[in-house]
């Protein structure tokens, strides 16, 4: 909060000139920190997302020990698969399992259509309590994966290296994967509205994979959809930050789908992406999480490269290029936030 | 082989007019082939790689049935690997596994150097056996994984994720990096040279994994030792081609890294990337792999886009963004070559 009891992080999403730059983590809550190890080994991820408590104690986690600038809602980007009907499992350490791919035109056809509200109601609750315990004390984003996101993993079943079955039904049968991608965002607008309507201050749709595709492909076949979604959701009266990873070569397109905050991954320096999509957009990014492991003197280098790169322009938020790892030091993390107010403390 | 006698492959490296774009694929002898699947089914991968009587069988089986205007040597991006002291197996579907992973100062101090005549001989044994079995026919181009891509399987013991520990190498212990880095570059340049010596009439450096780098790190860490091989095998008289994937949003300092004809993936604009580095630098590229597995008009229409983006410039040679996916079909592989050839006959 600054002296004008507005939230900084919604003031940089806005464009608008703070008193810090703000910072917050994508994964603040998570298996880097001892209190949610704890939790999980006593229940599994997707109880931990649908049990409201559960949910509220790990958002708030970061927050009890460092100074960031927004909550995140504790939550997985692929929840609306699963009563979408393609299940949704997480074996250890293989990541997200979809026991049921969509292949066909007809495993297209039958997926469900999706009242938020009621089949993934527990992320309202959970983000009506974190609102509740926050009073006031910082922001709260709400997020889902993104159109070409959540469709990749339900045709590819899981991860993918090359997400061959996604790019051949994309080429083979398109209209079978605009069907997809149209039910996918129909669903998506209505889960995103959800979010807000029970409290999420902003929200983020995470594009993590959508960097396997060259920038034809992303016009193609993706661009409409993503932009219809961020198109739907504008009226909400809440910035939406539009996050891709790999996708350096078409930062214009991206620009192109929307978002009132572009999220950019590391593998390109902020202020040549920032420049390439215009200054008078606002940018969040873009740290290697990697670089969190490191050394703090070569953290604090690093932070200060990119802080120097924003070069105190207004409409940037500080995170990194994409989440936490696992084995990430907590003192480094709470370092980051420290060092990125101190920079830019003017 | 153009009408004056001299291979339009070579005359593209070089940035001279051709008759028509020449085009090879990576990988283009695998397991895509059925005659190298039944090969494989009696001997292993490295068997094929050290035997020289196979993998001139696997290296000459795609010329045997496609008109691609170059050979590339069987053989794998890591085998210097074998003889720094670190190991090389390969298991079935997981990729290459380095027994002894490098990962402190005493690691790298204990890499031997390496006489590749002695020691990698097998693979001048193939050069020479396909050079004389190919009788000018086509030029063949030799190949190595490039520093960092060696070096980075050298340190994650395998594939990887995220490149933490190499990454975490570079930042917290950056002398032992450079140690690895230069010994690594050593090696490389013999064992290049020791194929140029057989009989390769061009190289190529795979820098398979350097896009998980962000552009200060690859300037930093990367650029200077990948620069030194390249500067290294100048005066052999043969192109050498530096392939990189990911990469797209440091262009510039793959150029200055340098090679005769820089190779890009799919990632970007073709035209968009060949302006950057100038239209004066030979490249090669970029059709997504997958796009061989879609129907052939799917196919044609994907091919002609990037002959119509190369627009006949001087210094263009077709290829896909990587190497040949195992399930691709043989005769679109055929078809690409045909259509490539067509469409640029002037």
């Not at 209190?35 to 599994?44: G, M, T, W």
């Not at 927004?70 to 350490?93: C, Q």
Request: hydrophobic letters at 40%; glycine letters at 10%.
């Amino acid at each position: 909060m600054d002296k004008n009891g507005d939230f900084r992080f919604l003031k940089a999403c806005r464009g608008e000139p703070v008193d810090r730059t703000p910072v917050w983590f994508m994964r603040q809550a998570g298996r880097y920190m001892k209190p949610y190890r704890d939790l999980k080994a006593k229940y599994s991820f997707l109880e931990m997302c649908k049990t409201p408590e559960l949910a509220t104690e790990v958002t708030l986690q970061p927050l009890g020990v460092m100074d960031v600038d927004a909550a995140i809602i504790f939550a997985d980007i692929l929840l609306p698969l699963e009563p979408m009907g393609t299940g949704l499992e997480f074996s250890a350490g293989d990541g997200p399992v979809i026991p049921r791919p969509v292949r066909s035109r007809k495993d297209v056809e039958q997926l469900r259509l999706v009242n938020s509200e009621e089949q993934l109601g527990f992320l309202g609750d959970s983000i009506r309590m974190v609102r509740s315990e926050l009073a006031g004390r910082a922001p709260l984003i709400g997020f889902s994966g993104a159109p070409f996101t959540l469709s990749s993993y339900m045709v590819e079943g899981g991860k993918s290296r090359d997400f061959a079955t996604t790019k051949l039904m994309m080429y083979e049968a398109p209209e079978t994967w605009n069907l997809l991608m149209d039910k996918v965002c129909t669903v998506l607008i209505d889960y995103l509205k959800m979010q807000v309507m029970a409290g999420a201050q902003a929200l983020q749709i995470f594009d993590s994979w959508v960097g396997c595709l060259g920038p034809g492909d992303y016009e193609e076949y993706i661009l409409p959809h993503t932009r219809r979604v961020i198109d739907g959701l504008k009226g909400l009266g809440v910035p939406v930050i539009n996050f891709s990873t790999g996708t350096s070569s078409m930062l214009g397109l991206i620009h192109q789908a929307g978002g009132d905050v572009l999220g950019f991954d590391w593998r390109v320096h902020l202020d040549e992406a920032w420049k390439q999509v215009g200054f008078n957009q606002p940018v969040q990014g873009n740290l290697d999480p990697i670089v969190l492991m490191a050394p703090l003197p070569v953290v604090k280098r690093r932070v200060h490269d990119v802080l120097r790169r924003a070069a105190g322009r207004p409409g940037h938020i500080f995170n990194l290029g994409h989440g936490i790892l696992q084995h990430t030091p907590v003192d480094h993390v709470k370092a980051v936030v420290d060092m990125v107010h101190e920079y830019t403390h003017g």
